[in-house]
């Protein structure tokens, strides 16, 4: 197997792509909004389902003009469906399609591991309490929150092979091989105005997996802190209809890669990116568009990264989701 | 709420306030603009018909009395309470392309809406967290000291908790009931307080298309 190092962050990056789904704004033109990239600690309507789409592309920094195999684009596509339980606990099941192609023209496609969530919806009213299932727009001032926990089955293909037989990069594949996890958190202030912000973190990690070819690869632990601010451009209470936008930073630490134990060269690092988006609400759909762009970058080999998460020229997201 | 924030505008009917006012002699029954706006700069109080007064009900020391309608206008009720509720048939009303006439719609020609109006409005000045009216009402389930705080409701209807009560706040929507007929409101603005829930039921007759329940809350919230 060839090294890990080249695209392996790549084969996470967005995963959670609940991100910016809106049960609340989807129906109405208060309350508060929602971010492109950031959670919002809205929960699903009790016996409602959503219906979620999302696509996130990615172009790449090329470090050296020659057709070569440098990471080229990836689209990282997502379909998932959601049902509130509850008021307060909803849950997910997200089915991944990913693209990736490198500059030789090589590409895999294909779905790749299935993710389960469950999300437990709280807020501050005069102490915690469990999301209730009637608030007023005087309620929705206050604080809410969001417990969230993610699982990844390994539904995917992880033993992806090349035309002369040899498999393809770990971060190539179409599965981490094992199971991953994830946890973590969102608040959402609504300032009863045009105005919300929006916060959320989250930390994942992964679980060893050995190859055919005997290589056994560890992904790297991921953490995220991301925080938004959301504003209400326009309405139209007759066409139901709400614009907002929406502006993010959004913070990724990546730990380093492990290959048969031993932590890998150019990989990891610090990066933060900032986000600039519009979400439309439309009677009970809503879809949202964002472009991502890396304003700060600490990798750990910074030019040896090439493909990796903050070596992207920019990405560009969209959302749809409807509630019904 | 999640679903119902979107179609409160449409239920926006809170054109008058009806409210009772504190004086010397006791209690006066108001009807009008309480807390006149750009909207609604005009004249604060506007002549109401005493004989649509149909009950007034007034708790005190956890006994409910009911007074007679003097039938005058305004109404003033000269007893101490520490909760006054009066209700009122303000009858039928049909909206038609020369204005709207105080007539049920099989009275009038051309009829193009009409609805039959109850109101009634309670003041509350000792909290005794009991339901004393009929019709549309509101408990007030816990004690609003300052801005800031929220008022806790329990809508009711004739004494049962009712879904779907669109309730405002100085006329501007803030919620529905839910299923246990509770909504939360926060207290904005100081001095006498009009909260406001308005129930659409459908007309069992031909006299009307719906029925309207308007019911308002006034308590004094210091600064």
Known sequence: MKKVLVCAAFTTSSLFAHHGVASLGVAGLEGPGAPVETTSSATLPEGKYLAYMKLDYASYENYTPVIDDETDKSYYWMYGLGYGFTPYLSGYVFAPYYTKRIENGEETSGFHDINLMGVLGFKYDEGFILTPSNESLDDLEDWHFTLFANLTLPTGNSELKKPDGSLYDAGMQLSFGEASYMIGMSATKWFGNEWTFVADTSYNTFTEHTYSDGTRVKFADEIRINGALTYKLYTNVKKRLRVDANLEANFLHLGRDKENGIPQEATGGDILYNTAGFRVFYNNVSAAVGLKVPVWTKLNEEDLQQGSEGKEDYRVIFSFSTLF | ?223
């Open chain 2, 1 to 223: 709420m999640k679903k119902t924030v979107l179609f409160l505008l449409p239920f926006m009917l809170f054109g008058h306030d009806i409210w009772i006012e504190k004086n010397e002699q006791g209690y006066q029954l108001n009807y009008g603009h309480l807390h006149p706006s750009s909207e609604h700069a005009g004249k604060k109080t506007i002549e109401y018909n005493p004989e649509n007064i149909k009950e007034i009900v007034c708790e005190k020391e956890g006994k409910i009395e009911k007074i007679e309608n003097t039938r005058s206008y305004p109404l003033v009720i000269k007893d101490k309470c520490d909760a006054l509720f009066i209700y009122m048939d303000n009858g039928y009303f049909t909206k038609t392309p020369y204005g709207t006439k105080n007539l049920p719609k099989n009275e009038v020609k051309m009829a193009l809406k009409s609805w039959r109006s109850f109101e009634s409005v309670k003041r509350i000045e000792k909290n005794s967290k009991k339901s004393i009216g009929k019709g549309l009402e509101i408990l007030l389930l816990n004690d609003v000291k300052k801005v800031g705080d929220k008022a806790r409701l329990l809508i009711l209807f004739d004494g049962r908790p009712v879904e779907g009560a669109v309730v405002a706040y100085d006329d501007k929507p803030r919620g529905q009931s839910g299923v246990d007929g509770r909504v939360n409101i926060r207290v904005k603005r100081s001095g006498l307080q009009n909260i406001k829930a308005t129930l659409r039921k459908k007309c069992d007759d031909n006299r009307c298309d719906e029925v309207v329940y308007t019911t308002t809350l006034n308590i004094e919230v210091a600064e």
